[in-house]
């Protein structure tokens, strides 16, 4: 048995179930570990120095890994379990702040630590110094007593505490403002993935086991903690925990442990544009890969070891035999004949020889072809993973507000409206024609202005206090565009049970709709994705007629999620097709983009322009990048050379994409720009009959 420890970075919870169910169900000792479980008191501080001192140890820990590996801290992410952060920003939801730009001036308890808050309100524009910061003292009473107007905690379990207390609340998440960081990363060091690697490998493997159970049995799990690690929280607690940590961890939709790089970029990018970290760190090594490409550097270097032998044979036999046939041309002429009878058989081996070693390097062109267009699919894979992750995720957050209002608003409001006189039957359905007409959302600045005019309007109306529940309500339903109709609203002693049945219905339809749009962008990237992929018959058949737009603009749907920040300029100046093999020209046209999206650094203008010139196809891809240096541009299409930093590319994907076009009867060249490069490529028109 060997021995690990594991640092949680806070109190025995639910939030901690797959580790405690690891240990309690014996998968740790099935492979091999003796595990000891550490409670931390003061959160994540002081995880990373002892997970780094010393071999066996691991820990979990937030978002601020990235920002230990850029100061030197050799962690390594081995899984992550919450999808989506539990961090919110928490208000009392009758006081004067009604969003989060209201926050200025006022008194506020932060987590340490809780760095996607901090970039949530530095991207909101709220700098610290604006605050009145306070010591977080982890007590839900501050919030509630008033000693403080805003309080940073969890979704997961501080919400519970203020329900519990009958405390009405509004809480405000990160991803509102784009900001969709992980929670609750798995990590170690590198010393202990280097010298223990089959070690680290089973302790991630035990551990996700433990969770996919504990998310299966939560009621049992719930038993489990409250009995034997800490009764501190009720099981009510725990059991509330466990159901608000299953949309953030997502079970279902993603398996558990799942890392995209693409989220970690984005992580990164998040912190390098609120000035806390440098674009583009290197996150080699930083993210653990379970089950590592296969390295063929060893083959490559026999193929290289071989055929460089082979020459050097060639050329030593053929001047041993120049050699004696100049010693035995005196000879007679019977004798001569016959040593140049062996001399030709001995060819003629070496000559077998030669034609073996050039099938057996075919061999290993066509196997680099392969990996090259499986690093391709891979990448695309990652990428459609995040980019039906946040339609998934707007439909089932929307699909629990539609649950909740089904559940526990729709009984209470058909009485409300079944108990309405005809008159406020009448005024009603007025507000609710209104509010259902136009679901436009209003932000925090058009927001704070309405409610100004509102007050100064009807400042006469008592009901109409700017920080009143009646203002509050008429701007949620969109009731202050009934203008003078708004005053025979106000005037109906249910004006307020009015307001908050018809807030109610609007939610959910609202809610629907979102479902609607969510579900329609998640059905076209799979559509997309549909269309790319190859089928059985362009396999079997090599060169047929290809649209190339078509497959243009469904490689660009599938690059969707890395193409926010370019502007892509299409000219399409013809609609003709091309001969070809349709698979083989996606890998070309996808390594091109790939290549001018990297040399733009995701960031600029791309232009894909598409003519017929004579006979041929010509598809231009111009980038706006660096360019490529005069000296190096009669290299770009040699094998393996590249100008990527180690671990980059193999230097391959020109290559590749020069012997494919060649093979079609076609060119590809760089061509001269003014800025960034160009690559073209010609391909014969296809014969329509």
């Known amino acids: 048995m060997e021995k690990v420890t594991l640092h949680l970075k806070w109190f025995h919870q639910f939030q901690f179930a797959g580790y405690y169910t690891a240990l309690e169900k014996g998968y740790y000792k099935e492979a091999g570990l003796d595990v000891e479980l550490l409670e931390s008191t003061v959160g994540v501080k002081g995880i990373h120095e002892k997970v780094i001192r010393s071999t066996g140890q691991y820990g979990v820990g937030s978002n601020e890994l990235i920002q230990e590996r850029y100061h030197g801290k050799p962690v390594v992410i081995l899984a992550v379990i919450f999808q989506h952060s539990p961090s919110v920003l928490f208000f009392k939801k009758s006081s004067n702040i009604q969003s989060i730009h209201d926050l200025f001036g006022k008194r506020v308890m932060l987590t340490p630590r809780m760095l996607e808050i901090i970039a949530y309100l530095k991207k909101e524009g709220i700098d610290l110094k604006d605050l009145q910061i306070l010591e977080h003292r982890f007590n839900p009473d501050d919030l509630i007593s008033g000693r403080v107007d805003a309080y940073s ?19 405000y998440s990160p991803r509102v403002a784009g900001i969709d960081f992980y929670g609750d990363n798995f990590f170690t060091s590198e010393a202990e993935v280097r010298e223990h690697p089959e070690r680290v490998k089973a302790f991630r493997e035990a551990s996700l086991r433990g969770w996919h159970y504990a998310m299966s049995h939560q009621e049992e799990i719930v038993d489990l903690i409250y009995e034997k690690y800490s009764q501190k929280n009720s099981k009510e607690k725990l059991l509330f925990e466990a159901k608000q940590m299953t949309p953030l961890i997502q079970p279902v939709l993603v398996e558990i442990g799942y890392m995209n790089p693409g989220r970690w970029k984005h992580i990164n990018d998040i912190y390098s544009e609120l000035g806390m970290l440098p674009k583009n760190i290197n996150l080699k090594g930083f993210i653990y890969d379970p089950n590592p490409p296969t390295n063929y550097d060893f083959v490559y270097y026999s193929f290289g070891v071989i055929l460089f032998s082979l020459v050097v044979f060639g050329v030593i036999q053929r001047r041993r035999l120049n050699q004696k046939y100049a010693e035995n041309l005196k000879k007679q002429v019977e004798v001569r004949t016959e040593e140049l009878k062996h001399s030709n058989d001995y060819l003629q081996v070496l000559n077998q020889s030669s034609l073996n070693t050039l099938g057996e390097l075919t061999e290993a062109q ?75 959302f209003i932000e ?33 339903t969109g009731a202050f565009r009934l203008g003078d109709e708004l005053i025979d609203l106000l005037e109906s002693e249910n004006s307020l049970k009015i307001l908050e049945v018809v807030a109610c219905i609007s939610a959910a339809y609202r809610s629907n709709q979102i479902i609607s749009v969510a579900s329609e962008k998640a059905t076209h990237v799979i559509k997309a994705l549909k269309s790319y992929l190859v089928s059985e018959k362009d396999i079997l058949h090599s060169n047929t007629n290809v649209d190339i737009i078509f497959e243009m603009e469904t490689i660009l749907s599938l690059y969707h999620y890395n193409l926010t920040k370019v502007t892509i300029v299409k000219s399409y100046l013809t609609d003709k097709k091309c001969k070809g093999n349709r698979d083989k020209l996606n890998q070309v046209w996808i390594n091109l983009l790939n290549n001018a999206l990297q040399a733009m650094a995701y960031n600029g203008i791309l232009e894909i322009k598409i003519q017929c010139i004579d006979q041929w196809i010509k598809v231009s891809i111009i980038d706006s990048g660096i360019g490529i240096s005069d000296s190096i541009k009669g290299k770009i299409f040699d094998p393996f050379f590249t100008t990527k930093p180690d671990g980059g590319g193999m230097g391959l994907g020109l290559d590749i994409c020069k012997k494919i076009i060649r093979q079609m009867d076609g060119t590809i060249e760089l061509e001269e720009v003014p800025r960034g490069a160009c690559f073209s490529v010609c391909l014969p028109i296809a014969d329509i009959n």
């Open 444 to 476: 925090g600045k058009t927001e704070r202005s309405i409610k100004k005019e509102l007050a100064s309007k009807y400042v006469s109306i008592e009901k109409m206090n700017l920080y009143g529940e009646h203002m509050q309500l008429v701007l949620e």
């Open 366 to 440: 066509d196997r680099l072809l392969a990996s090259e267009k499986l690093a391709v699919l891979g990448q695309l894979a990652a990428g459609m993973a995040h980019e039906l992750n946040t339609p998934l995720g707007a439909i089932v957050s929307s699909n629990f507000s539609l649950s909740d209002f089904l559940n526990h608003k729709l009984n209470r409001s058909i009485d409300a409206i079944v108990g309405f006189n005809a008159e406020d039957s009448y005024r009603f359905h007025k507000v609710l024609e209104e509010s259902l007409k136009n679901q436009t």
């Open 153 to 171: 905690g969890y979704a997961t379990t501080q919400a519970y505490d203020f329900r519990k207390a009958g405390f009405p609340f509004v809480e």
